[in-house]
């Protein structure tokens, strides 16, 4: 059974910034795919950035030059560094764990005020 414990979100205004933390325990957390996810009030949950176990990235377009998403497998944490935020960004924030299965965090809070 994979644990996951996000932290780091908050209220900002537009044009800030904000780091979200992934703690990971229960698992060989190098091996993972580990992702962000957003949901917005009403909406699906969808892809905000993936880094695979060798370090490869992914991000969806709408964050593209503005999120970055690193990990550190000595401290069995992903990170979700966040700049330039937008109302638009707005929502519950995930973290995903994936290795034959998908587990994930309870989430947080980010709300960016225009």
């Known amino acids: 059974q994979v644990q996951l414990v996000e932290s780091g979100g908050g209220l900002v205004q537009a044009g800030g910034s904000l780091r979200l933390s992934c703690a990971a325990s229960?698992?060989?957390?190098?091996?993972?795919?580990m992702g962000w996810y957003r949901q917005a009030p009403g909406k699906q949950r969808v892809l905000v950035a993936r880094?695979?176990?060798?370090?490869?990235?992914n991000y969806a377009d709408s964050v593209k030059g503005r999120f970055t998403i690193s990990r550190d497998n000595t401290k069995n944490t992903v990170y979700l560094q966040m700049n330039r935020l937008k109302p638009e960004d707005t929502g519950v924030y995930f973290c995903?764990?994936?290795?034959?299965?998908?587990?994930w965090g309870q989430g947080t809070q980010v709300t960016v005020s225009s």
């Open positions: 880094i695979a176990s060798g370090g490869t990235t």
């Open positions: 995903s764990s994936t290795y034959q299965y998908t587990y």
């Open positions: 229960g698992s060989i957390f190098s091996r993972n795919v």
